[in-house]
């Protein structure tokens, strides 16, 4: 079927948005500097001295989770196209979540930063806030999980995702979920990579 220059126009739309999510997450996951172990509050305290690095890297990645609620939204219309729709909790568990991620990430980045220039160590920051920063966390995890799985099963029961496709992305949802559990800034490209590995087949698929 010859699609019209407004449909091409918004299938690339469409890709672009679902593929913003992984790019612009990994962009900020690499200027963010790494801490090897978050348990030691001295490795975060010396990555707090690249300032520069340390705010814009989780500004970045904040923004880039809220991406994802576009490139879900996305996948959702091209469904729609045929008369399907992703599961009913697939956007709101997104939503949330990435809302979370993002109010962590911020608190993240700007309150060593905010203990920093007020001249106190920023190891005050991670020894006081890490709990409730660490739940928040947790939280945003475990809803976006049900958010990310649910549009990578719906989207196999749907047949969007085929073949190789529903493989790779399933396993990278896994992977995406399971990699926050690991203390350590090397865990986060492993998140960056899941992202690619999740979203990238939807890309593909959605340009056929």
């Known amino acids: 079927m010859l699609l019209t ?14 593929l913003a999510f992984p790019i612009v997450l990994t962009i900020g996951i690499v200027l963010i500097p ?12 010396q990555a707090v001295e690249q300032t520069f690095r340390w705010f814009a890297g989780h500004i970045i990645a904040a923004v880039g989770f809220g991406l994802a ?15 399907r729709s992703l599961p009913g909790v697939t956007l709101p568990s997104v939503a949330v979540g990435t809302g979370l991620y993002a109010a962590g990430l911020g608190a993240d980045g700007i309150g060593p930063l905010a203990v920093r220039s007020a001249g106190y160590s920023p190891v005050i920051f991670f020894d ?17 999980a049900i958010g990310l799985l649910s549009l990578v099963i719906g989207s196999i029961q749907r047949e969007l995702l085929r073949g190789w496709s529903r493989y790779v992305s399933l396993v990278s949802a896994i ?8 203390l350590s800034g090397w865990a986060l490209y492993g998140v960056a990579l899941a992202a690619f590995g999740v979203f990238g ?3 593909v698929e959605m340009s056929q």
């Open 128 to 144: 006081g806030g890490s709990l409730w920063v660490n739940g928040i966390f947790i939280a945003a995890t475990l809803v976006f």
């Open 201 to 203: 087949p939807f890309a």
């Open 175 to 182: 992977i995406f979920v399971g990699a926050p559990a690991i």
């Open 5 to 18: 220059n407004t449909q091409m126009n918004d299938k690339r739309a469409k890709i672009i948005y679902v």
């Open 34 to 45: 790494v801490v090897t172990d978050y348990t030691d509050h001295r490795l975060p305290e």
């Open 69 to 83: 609620v576009l490139a879900v939204g996305s996948i959702d219309r091209h469904l729609r196209l045929t008369s």
